[in-house]
């Protein structure tokens, strides 16, 4: 029996998501059309011997997570539960305090994934190679013994990155265990991180092996444009195509079957239409993600930006951002952790739209992030609209 324990987080670990994570969790956040934790949950259930995925975080239990949990249940026919913690308690601390609740049942492996990155998770191919290297070994990553593990380096250690996807064994909590317990039996600390604490110190023990992948990898910045690219081969039912009387589809593009859509719009590449978007005469989106209930009015122009929650997009407008993500067909592309500043003012990226925002006729506004609730007047170029 194998289960999966995915790491939600909590809501002040989403402040580079903002204004968007404040209307929603960040796991739930619409990725391709759908939330990004079921992208991982859909993974899980592929696997042989799946029975139950544990989410794991500090978010209080709301309807919108709970109406999520059971609807991903009945969808994919597993057992699907929340585990709150009562203060962030780390990668490693998380699992610890509800090792029970892991353990029930005994499987005999489990996966575990951060919910804020994409990939392909090639569960099934990290199993395998974990019962080829023996099971008695403590966690796999994503063939070869790791010798030495440090997360972040300042210097060049490896040209091998830690995707955030590992299989353990139950002698892992063990190891968590004794993380920072000296021989006098002084209580565990309550922040465990699995990176730093733990992972160093299987390393030395040789008890801990990485797989390495070449499917595509990112953080969930990227993760759209990223998926949609994945549907052809996985979903090709939720991408949309040209037909008679529809508007004008480039590339990848999905589009929620309640949006209403002009015929003579053009949309895409890496396109997101959320439910009952109205999209009017000659509108242009590309490089973006349109979310529920926003209006682009005619002839405005969408390009590398989130337009939010019931947003307006007036007639001529433009909201345009700065293309910032790898091209993801290109398999030697790299991701640039960009700071929020430089040089004194804002580092050029995509556009976001905070929900319920009005941007009136012909206005433009360039590399700029939009609180939520606000009628923008005149045009905006690289500011933070509070």
Not at 239 to 260: C, F, M, S
Request: contains cysteine; proline residues 6%; glycine residues 8%.
């Amino acid at each position: 029996m194998l289960k999966a324990v995915i790491l939600i987080g909590g809501p002040q670990k989403g402040t580079r998501f903002r204004p968007l994570s404040f209307e929603v969790p960040k796991p739930l956040f619409p990725v391709a059309g759908v939330p990004m934790l079921q992208h991982h949950i859909e993974a899980c259930a592929k696997v042989r011997n799946m029975k139950e995925i544990i989410l794991i975080g500090f978010y209080q239990p709301n309807e919108e997570l709970n109406r999520f949990i059971a609807s991903a249940q009945q969808e994919f026919k597993l057992s699907i539960r929340y585990l709150q913690e009562f203060a962030a308690l780390g990668t490693g601390g998380g699992i610890y305090h509800f090792r029970d609740q892991i353990l029930s049942g005994g499987p005999s492996a489990f996966f575990l994934m951060n919910a804020d990155v994409c990939s392909e998770f090639p569960l099934q191919d990290m199993l395998s190679f974990h019962h080829q290297r023996g099971n008695s070994h403590c966690g796999v990553i994503l063939g070869t013994t790791v010798l030495h593990f440090v997360e972040k380096p300042s210097t060049f250690v490896s040209d091998i990155i830690n995707c955030g996807i590992y299989l353990f064994t139950p002698e892992i909590f063990a190891h968590i265990g004794t993380v920072d317990e000296p021989p006098g039996g002084r209580q565990l600390q309550e922040l465990i991180r699995l990176e730093q604490d733990v992972f160093t110190m299987l390393a030395a023990q040789k008890q801990l092996y990485v797989y390495k992948t070449q499917h595509f990898w990112s953080q969930i910045k990227s993760a759209g444009r990223l998926y949609l690219n994945r549907y052809n081969e996985t979903h090709p039912e939720r991408l949309a195509r040209n037909q008679d009387g529809g508007p004008k589809i480039i590339g990848n593009v999905y589009i929620h079957q309640t949006a209403n859509i002009d015929s003579t719009a053009v949309l895409g590449p890496n396109v997101s239409i959320g439910k009952g978007v109205i999209i009017g005469t000659g509108v242009r989106v590309r490089e973006s993600i349109i979310l529920h209930g926003a209006t682009l009015q005619d002839h405005c122009c969408v390009l590398n930006s989130i337009v939010g929650w019931d947003s307006t997009v007036g007639k001529w407008a433009r909201v345009e951002g700065t293309p910032s993500d790898p091209n993801p067909n290109d398999p030697f592309a790299k991701i640039d952790s960009e700071t929020l500043f430089r040089d004194g003012g804002l580092t050029p990226s995509i556009t976001i739209l905070g929900c319920n925002v009005n941007i009136p006729s012909e206005v433009i506004i360039r590399n700029s992030i939009v609180l939520p609730h606000k009628d923008l007047n005149r045009s905006f170029k690289n500011q933070i609209i509070l």
